[in-house]
């Protein structure tokens, strides 16, 4: 039995499906999955020692790689002079104060430590302010595991086949209304059926959990539009594509400004950190400046702090997105025609160094043509690439990622073994 599979065994006795978080136990791909033992920049290696090409990057937060030298002794740092206070401290004003000056619409910024508590207070926030009690989101995004957020959500729940999770009352779940990506019209009637009780409009701005799906053109602009017009909050959701597709987000990239902004992944670099910020007059009314009560018992956290300014302040240095961007377009030109030249049909969708191989025919503009893909094609294609060294998201609505460490020869076996795999599929 190898290390993978002892240590697998055991956690399926002690851990529900054996971990910590639904998309990573491969049954999308079929499978047990490898235990990472260590990561170094694009590279991480299993508790059998086997090294692959990792294009997860823990599902977003590695933009500069594993365990990069500024970021460990950042770490290593903070924590040799306390962990955790409970009380405030120097780097969170100074986080506070970078976030707003790279995404100027957080004109105040409230750092928690996951993305799910960052869209939970966002929301929380919009309807305290708004006094309206609906939301809109849209099928097929995902904003964490908020009750009112599993409402056909993307990521994991799609990946498992529970887009609408058990557990969530139904009072709840008919205050979220479900609209289409793309789809202004579908907004709009939303809006017109309660044109004073919806408190905001909360939509990854590019959408990574059904897959990577790109606004139309005017789609975020519509949806900054329509929130105007009936006084709802529009919320980015940016925890992906915040510092991922530029310094300034996917806002700055599109020139559409939201009401409220939630960060995290990358902005934690690779520790439990994120953020909602906003307009000074929205970020006021929560406690305990105003009364839309939210806190955490390690929100700020230093040593998440310190991870975080050692992260900002390479992305500030190194400004990586026009080479994050060749070098990605290159890779996803060369998997979609090694694909043709077997024959295979995929599309592949990419914004940024973020992007997703869909084994479909079509384009994918939604959760609707998202879902026409063939999922066992992708499980095939996974597990080939896995085979040969290279981790790709085991499961079909996700995206996979370029850092700054991915070399050219990591890209080349990638693109290697994809084209192995597509001839190999062709027969
Ligand atoms: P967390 O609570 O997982 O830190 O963040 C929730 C979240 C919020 N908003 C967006 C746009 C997100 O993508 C996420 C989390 N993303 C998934 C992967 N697509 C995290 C991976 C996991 O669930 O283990």
Excluded at 133 to 145: N, T
Excluded at 179 to 206: K, M, Q, T
Excluded at 344 to 364: E, L, Q
Aim: glycine content about 12%; overall charge neutral; proline content about 5%.
């Amino acid at each position: 039995m190898t290390r993978n599979e002892e240590l697998w065994e055991n956690a399926l006795r002690v851990i529900p499906g054996g971990v910590n978080s639904p998309v990573r136990a491969f049954r999308a791909v079929g499978g047990s999955p490898p235990f990472l033992a260590r990561g170094q920049g694009c590279r991480v290696y299993d508790a059998d020692g086997k090294e692959y090409v990792d294009h997860v990057a823990s599902w977003g937060p590695l933009i500069a790689g594993h365990a990069h030298p500024r970021v460990v002794e950042a770490i290593a740092r903070a924590a040799a002079g306390g962990t955790t206070f409970g009380a405030p401290t120097e780097g969170e004003v100074l986080l506070a104060n970078s976030v707003s000056r790279l995404v100027p619409s957080c004109e105040k910024v409230r750092l928690v430590s996951s993305g799910t508590e960052a869209t939970m207070t966002a929301v929380r926030l919009a309807r305290g302010v708004t006094g309206r009690d609906r939301i809109v989101k849209f099928a097929g995004c995902y904003h964490g595991h908020a009750d009112s957020f599993l409402i056909r959500a993307g990521s994991g729940a799609t990946t498992l086949g529970i887009p609408d999770s058990p557990g969530v009352p139904r009072a709840l779940a008919e205050l979220t209304l479900v609209a289409r990506y793309n789809d202004l019209a579908s907004v709009r009637a939303l809006f017109g059926a309660h044109p004073d009780g919806i408190a905001a409009v909360i939509v990854e701005p590019v959408a990574g959990n059904m897959g990577c799906v790109l606004p139309a053109p005017g789609f975020l602009a519509g949806l900054r539009e329509l929130s105007d017009r009936y006084g709802a909050l529009l919320v980015f959701d940016e925890v992906i594509t915040g510092f991922r597709l530029a310094l300034g987000g996917a806002q700055a990239v599109y020139a559409v400004r939201p009401d409220l902004t939630t960060l995290g992944k990358i902005l934690g670099g690779g520790l439990p950190l994120a953020a909602v910020g906003g307009k000074r007059s929205l970020m006021d009314q929560l406690a305990p400046e105003g009364k839309v009560y939210q806190a955490g018992t390690l929100s700020g956290n230093p040593v998440a702090v310190a991870a975080a300014l050692a992260t900002l302040g390479l992305l500030e240095e190194k400004n990586p997105y026009r080479d994050l961007e060749e070098r990605t377009k290159s890779l996803a030109k060369g998997l979609e025609d090694a694909a043709v030249k077997a024959g295979i049909p995929v599309i592949v969708n990419r914004a940024g160094s973020m992007f997703t191989v869909f084994f479909t025919k079509g384009k994918v503009t939604d959760y609707e043509s998202a879902l026409q893909s063939d999922t066992r094609a992708y499980a095939r294609f996974f597990h080939a690439l896995l085979a040969n060294g290279v981790y790709f998201p085991p499961a079909q609505f996700e995206v996979a990622f370029v850092g700054m460490a991915h070399d050219a020869a990591a890209i080349d076996r990638t693109l290697d073994a994809a084209a192995k795999t597509f001839a190999a599929a062709r027969g």
